[in-house]
């Protein structure tokens, strides 16, 4: 397959300009968009997605698909303008990027088979890199039906897009240096991807998203019924249930002010509780399960560990009794909330990722201490802050800016109109620094960069100037 996508696949791709791979890439969303309702059905039945879950990864990854589509005709090749290099004024330098000659793999994690594997293809094929995607074996099924329509299609060159089901086998042993590894995950299998001996040994440029204690806080000065307040009381909620928690981006960590905690824990907890959990087959299913009795096994034991430093306001450790459900033939968590006993000596909050519908609520005295407490998760994907004072706002954002690639800043003006903590656009980064896995996704024309190759040319004016002129002819 790798030598297929580097052949065939290259050669297909190369050719093209990126407006016209920006035209390929909205013929795959097309193609998406007239068969949209059989992988609904798909990631209901194996995902085990509500409607609403089933949206955000599927019209996620179309829509990303259709905005870089649109993106393909921007300017990109050229870095910068010509540098003077010495006293002779005909010696100059100019930077180039130039797409990468190798694949572009794509290892994805479960819990978005299909948004996970088109944000990464969009940018990939734009870039005129060809793609080799290996999505996780639990919900490999949407994957596996949204190639097959692709590729019947015929809407992409011969090896531009590959799908590998099932194992990753000697895939990472068979890499060189000119292709790149795109790997979503959890942190130990990240570190497996990183350190593997043929990766290291030939340098094969690795981005890495993982795992992420996210956080949400809560200003000091931000009252029950004020627009911050509500604000923040529905993206948690919210955050903790959609696909049952299963974000990597998900609130783990909810910052409010000591004095206010128990009475955002009560508000939380009725709202957490009123949220109907069962067949998300059901159109009124707020809530379905994790995607395998394995995750709720994992879940439960990581509620276990925050529990030893937090009390559980709602929810638990065992799966919730739900009409017509058999307990030991599924894998629900109820919405489960903790509180915890004391901000200062906790630990597990900061480490412990139930990936999962769970949540502790982290007192905080002051805004230095809200700060250093964030920090404690060792880098995150993304943090929200909510608040009426702008000052205070600016300052926090500042604060906690160097652990994190994503900060969305709730005040009132923006308190029903933005787009989520959790919801990736395609027009921002994602990626977070240290725990996260220190990558970078997305951002626009940003994200182009990973699948180039940046060069300094060094020669004569007119020789640089020949340069300008071929590379601005393939946009
Ligand atoms: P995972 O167990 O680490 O698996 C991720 C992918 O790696 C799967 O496709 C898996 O394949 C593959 N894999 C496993 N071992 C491998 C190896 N030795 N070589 C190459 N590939 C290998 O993660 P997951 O359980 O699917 O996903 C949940 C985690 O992902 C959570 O921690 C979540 O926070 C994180 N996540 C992060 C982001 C982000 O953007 N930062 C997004 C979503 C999820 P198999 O399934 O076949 O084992």
Same mark, same amino acid.
């Given at each position: 397959?790798?030598?297929?996508?580097?052949?065939?696949?290259?050669?297909?791709?190369?050719?093209?300009?990126?407006?016209?791979?920006?035209?390929?890439?909205?013929?795959?969303?097309?193609?998406?968009?007239?068969?949209?309702?059989?992988?609904?059905?798909?990631?209901?039945?194996?995902?085990?997605?509500?409607?609403?879950?089933?949206?955000?990864?599927?019209?996620?990854?179309?829509?990303?698909?259709?905005?870089?589509?649109?993106?393909?005709?921007?300017?990109?090749?050229?870095?910068?303008?010509?540098?003077?290099?010495?006293?002779?004024?005909?010696?100059?330098?100019?930077?180039?990027?130039?797409?990468?000659?190798?694949?572009?793999?794509?290892?994805?994690?479960?819990?978005?088979?299909?948004?996970?594997?088109?944000?990464?293809?969009?940018?990939?094929?734009?870039?005129?890199?060809?793609?080799?995607?290996?999505?996780?074996? +639990?919900?490999? @099924? %949407? =994957?596996?039906?949204?190639?097959? #329509? /692709? $590729? *019947?299609?015929?809407?992409?060159? &011969?090896? !531009?897009?590959?799908?590998?089901?099932?194992? +990753?086998?000697? @895939? %990472? =042993?068979?890499?060189?240096?000119? #292709? /790149? $590894? *795109?790997?979503?995950?959890?942190? &130990?299998? !990240?570190?497996?991807?990183?350190?593997?001996?043929?990766?290291?040994?030939?340098?094969?440029?690795?981005?890495?998203?993982?795992?992420?204690?996210?956080?949400?806080?809560?200003?000091?000065?931000?009252?029950?019924?004020?627009?911050?307040?509500?604000?923040?009381?529905?993206?948690?909620?919210?955050?903790?249930?959609?696909?049952?928690?299963?974000?990597?981006?998900?609130?783990?960590?909810?910052?409010?002010?000591?004095?206010?905690?128990?009475?955002?824990?009560?508000?939380?907890?009725?709202?957490?509780?009123?949220?109907?959990?069962?067949?998300?087959?059901?159109?009124?299913?707020?809530?379905?399960?994790?995607?395998?009795?394995?995750?709720?096994?994992?879940?439960?034991?990581?509620?276990?560990?925050?529990?030893?430093?937090?009390?559980?306001?709602?929810?638990?450790?065992?799966?919730?009794?739900?009409?017509?459900?058999?307990?030991?033939?599924?894998?629900?968590?109820?919405?489960?909330?903790?509180?915890?006993?004391?901000?200062?000596?906790?630990?597990?909050?900061?480490?412990?990722?139930?990936?999962?519908?769970?949540?502790?609520?982290?007192?905080?005295?002051?805004?230095?201490?809200?700060?250093?407490?964030?920090?404690?998760?060792?880098?995150?994907?993304?943090?929200?802050?909510?608040?009426?004072?702008?000052?205070?706002?600016?300052?926090?954002?500042?604060?906690?800016?160097?652990?994190?690639?994503?900060?969305?800043?709730?005040?009132?003006?923006?308190?029903?109109?933005?787009?989520?903590?959790?919801?990736?656009?395609?027009?921002?980064?994602?990626?977070?620094?240290?725990?996260?896995?220190?990558?970078?996704?997305?951002?626009?024309?940003?994200?182009?960069?990973?699948?180039?190759?940046?060069?300094?040319?060094?020669?004569?004016?007119?020789?640089?100037?020949?340069?300008?002129?071929?590379?601005?002819?393939?946009?």
């Amino acid at each position: 397959m790798l030598e297929f996508a580097r052949s065939e696949g290259q050669r297909g791709l190369r050719n093209l300009s990126y407006a016209e791979r920006g035209k390929l890439v909205g013929a795959v969303a097309d193609v998406l968009v007239a068969n949209r309702a059989r992988y609904e059905d798909i990631a209901i039945a194996n995902s085990g997605n509500t409607k609403v879950d089933a949206a955000i990864d599927i019209d996620g990854g179309i829509g990303t698909l259709k905005y870089y589509a649109r993106l393909g005709g921007a300017r990109m090749l050229l870095d910068e303008k010509a540098v003077r290099l010495a006293k002779a004024e005909n010696y100059q330098a100019i930077h180039l990027m130039v797409p990468r000659r190798g694949v572009a793999v794509h290892i994805n994690a479960f819990n978005f088979p299909s948004w996970g594997l088109w944000e990464k293809a969009a940018v990939s094929l734009i870039a005129g890199v060809p793609v080799l995607a290996k999505p996780a074996s +639990a919900t490999a @099924l %949407l =994957a596996h039906a949204m190639v097959k #329509d /692709v $590729i *019947a299609a015929k809407v992409l060159p &011969d090896g !531009a897009l590959n799908l590998l089901c099932g194992g +990753a086998g000697e @895939l %990472l =042993a068979a890499l060189t240096g000119d #292709d /790149v $590894i *795109a790997f979503t995950g959890s942190a &130990d299998t !990240a570190a497996r991807v990183r350190g593997h001996p043929n990766v290291v040994a030939r340098s094969v440029p690795v981005n890495i998203e993982a795992d992420s204690i996210n956080a949400a806080l809560l200003a000091p000065e931000s009252s029950p019924g004020s627009a911050a307040f509500d604000a923040f009381l529905r993206e948690v909620v919210r955050e903790m249930t959609v696909k049952a928690g299963q974000k990597c981006t998900a609130i783990r960590r909810i910052f409010v002010p000591a004095g206010k905690a128990d009475a955002v824990a009560d508000a939380l907890a009725e709202k957490l509780k009123g949220t109907k959990i069962g067949d998300p087959r059901q159109a009124d299913t707020r809530m379905g399960p994790l995607v395998t009795r394995g995750q709720q096994a994992a879940a439960f034991d990581g509620i276990r560990r925050l529990a030893s430093e937090a009390a559980i306001v709602c929810g638990g450790t065992d799966a919730p009794t739900l009409d017509g459900i058999d307990k030991n033939r599924s894998a629900f968590v109820a919405p489960t909330l903790l509180k915890l006993k004391d901000a200062g000596s906790a630990q597990a909050v900061h480490e412990v990722e139930v990936f999962g519908p769970a949540a502790t609520i982290v007192p905080y005295r002051d805004e230095q201490d809200a700060a250093g407490l964030i920090a404690r998760g060792g880098g995150s994907l993304v943090a929200s802050v909510y608040g009426e004072d702008t000052d205070f706002l600016v300052r926090i954002v500042s604060e906690i800016a160097p652990s994190h690639g994503r900060i969305l800043a709730v005040d009132p003006a923006i308190a029903t109109a933005h787009t989520g903590h959790g919801i990736v656009m395609p027009q921002c980064n994602h990626g977070g620094p240290g725990r996260a896995g220190a990558g970078e996704e997305l951002g626009g024309l940003y994200g182009l960069r990973f699948y180039h190759q940046r060069l300094a040319v060094q020669g004569s004016s007119d020789l640089i100037a020949s340069l300008q002129a071929k590379a601005a002819s393939v946009h």
